[in-house]
């Protein structure tokens, strides 16, 4: 079993749309939760961080379920630009800092 | 200002040849990481220096793969013998590493590795 698993898409909605991706995690040692943004053949960027309590930026949303081990993130009215893969990212705690990615989900928003 | 930056963006190289691949992180930051992304693969963490420990290597899928940091700075991965199945892209990351957990790393554009 992946430790970060992601539905990998690809996921072809409409400009405006709303759209949900989630992400469950395996090991329950994990402390820290990102999404990451990856555009076609460029690097991860850090979209937004993912706390407890649920956290907004703008059109995104992040929310975390601890007991779960589930991370979902929700685009709404969506963009062109918001066309990319989205990176589910963990850190498990310790002395090491490596992230643990998904393989990502691909989103193509359509005019 | 500058971030992290990689060398080169490209190389293609034959079977069994040696290459080394160079990483500048942002100046002043004391964590830097090698992760490599296969095609239709998520990243997968090979190495990780942070100030002068020694590094956690933990990731690295053979010991054809060796990385050094020098003075703190500049780190070179080298993998000797190269396979066809090393072929990828090698990202290099770094951040500040306060002592926080959630430091956000931040990535070069990567280095595609071909190996014919």
């Known amino acids: 079993r992946k430790e970060v698993e992601q539905d990998p898409g690809p996921f072809n909605v409409p400009e405006g749309a709303t759209v949900a991706f989630n992400c469950t995690y395996s090991?329950?040692?994990?402390?820290?939760f990102f999404w990451y943004r990856q555009d076609c053949r460029k690097e991860p960027k850090l979209l937004m961080s993912?706390?407890?309590s649920g956290n907004e930026d703008g059109r995104f949303t992040a929310q975390l379920n601890r007991a779960s081990q589930y991370i979902s993130l929700l685009i709404r009215d969506s963009k062109l630009s918001d066309s990319a893969t989205y990176l589910c990212?963990?850190?498990?705690?310790?002395?090491?800092?490596?992230?643990?990615f998904g393989s990502g989900t691909q989103l193509t928003v359509l005019p | 200002g500058a971030g992290v930056s990689q060398s080169p963006s490209n190389k293609v190289t034959e079977k069994g040849k040696d290459v080394e691949l160079r990483c500048d992180p942002i100046?002043?930051?004391?964590?830097l990481y090698w992760y490599r992304q296969s095609l239709g693969q998520g990243l997968e963490f090979l190495i990780y220096f942070q100030g002068n420990s020694a590094p956690d290597k933990s990731g690295l899928p053979s010991d054809r793969f060796s990385a050094e940091r020098t003075g703190g700075s500049v780190s070179t991965l080298t993998i000797q013998r190269t396979q066809q199945e090393d072929s990828a892209v090698y990202l290099c990351?770094?951040?500040?590493?306060?002592?926080?957990?959630?430091?956000?790393?931040?990535f070069g554009p990567g280095t595609r590795l071909t190996v014919l």
């Open positions: 990212v963990v850190q498990i705690s310790g002395s090491a800092r490596q992230l643990t």
């Open positions: 990351a770094s951040s500040a590493t306060s002592g926080r957990v959630s430091d956000t790393q931040y």
């Open positions: 100046s002043g930051h004391t964590a």
């Open positions: 090991n329950s040692a994990s402390q820290s």
């Open positions: 993912v706390y407890s």
